[in-house]
């Protein structure tokens, strides 16, 4: 069973950045991509964007340019590195990784980010 834990959320003042974390740990193979999603309150899941293995990346229109996502294959993370932060992007964080032979998608406990005005 693979498992994600996620690490770097908290409270910032708007235009300030944070740094999400999430590693995979447990029996790992075959990760097609890695990446994250957000939930903000009374609002449905959305995707933020997304890795490949080959280092393709996919951004939601609403952060491009603010938002880049890295990998490090060595160590089985997933960053998310958020600049320019908006209230907008209060959210819980969750990330999630699409592995296995039935490339099943396995998620993160999500980490709450606060942006205040």
């Known amino acids: 069973q693979l498992q994600l834990v996620e690490s770097g959320g908290g409270l910032v003042q708007a235009g300030g950045s944070l740094r999400l974390s999430c590693a995979a740990s447990?029996?790992?193979?075959?990760?097609?991509?890695m990446g994250w999603y957000r939930q903000a309150a009374g609002k449905q899941r959305e995707l933020v964007g997304y890795i490949t293995t080959g280092a393709d990346t996919l951004y939601a229109d609403s952060v491009k340019g603010r938002f880049t996502i890295s990998r490090d294959n060595a160590k089985n993370t997933v960053y998310l590195q958020m600049n320019s932060l908006k209230p907008e992007d209060t959210a819980v964080y969750y990330c999630?990784?699409?592995?296995?032979?039935?490339?099943?998608?396995?998620w993160g406990q999500g980490t709450q980010v606060t942006v205040s005005s």
């Open positions: 999630y990784v699409i592995a296995g032979i039935a490339g099943t998608m396995y």
């Open positions: 447990g029996r790992i193979f075959n990760i097609y991509a």
